[in-house]
């Protein structure tokens, strides 16, 4: 049965044309592109019954973490083979296991689509609860030395950017 997850796994992955690597038998790393994340990394690593599936989102939060876990926890509800969840350090991943049985290619593309749209889509909206402090002072330091915020254009919200003024 494992064999077949393999199989069934890296034939997914190619047809998909994903970026992935085996570095050893059994375990899988997957690289999905983004949009608002530059790229998310998934482990897959078949076991002995279950594909057990892990992909990093975002750091510890520096502030926010009650607000943060509560969006996480809500978001739980409503997620398709996955769940968020937190390691010693506070960082926060998505996680699944599925059964081998159910390793099919259309059950990892909506794993792989779940991973996606949870880490990626999401990752916006996690930096602004998490971080919103540390985008203001990015943003004060970038213009104070006259570079460029282009990459923090998603926070103008919270940074001022184009109303003339600095947000709170």
Request: glycine letters at 10%.
């Amino acid at each position: 049965m494992s064999d077949d997850a393999k199989s069934v796994l890296e034939r997914t992955f190619q047809e998909a044309g994903l970026a992935w690597e085996s570095p050893a038998d059994g375990t899988y790393v997957v690289t999905l592109p983004g949009t608002r994340k530059l790229s998310t990394t998934v482990s897959l690593i078949v076991g002995r019954h279950s594909l057990s599936v892990n992909a990093f989102v975002i750091r510890r939060p520096d502030e926010n973490h009650e607000g943060v876990h509560r969006w996480l926890l809500e978001r739980n509800t409503r997620m398709y083979g996955l769940g968020y969840a937190i390691d010693r350090l506070g960082d926060i991943y998505l996680v699944g296991r599925l059964p081998l049985a159910a390793v099919t290619p259309e059950e990892i593309d909506r794993l792989l689509g779940t991973v996606l749209e949870n880490a990626d889509g999401s990752f916006n909206t996690l930096l602004e609860m998490g971080f919103a402090s540390a985008i203001r002072k990015e943003y004060a330091w970038r213009t104070s030395r006259g570079e460029s915020t282009r990459n923090l254009a998603a926070f103008t919200h919270l940074t001022g950017e184009g109303t003339g003024e600095q947000a709170d």
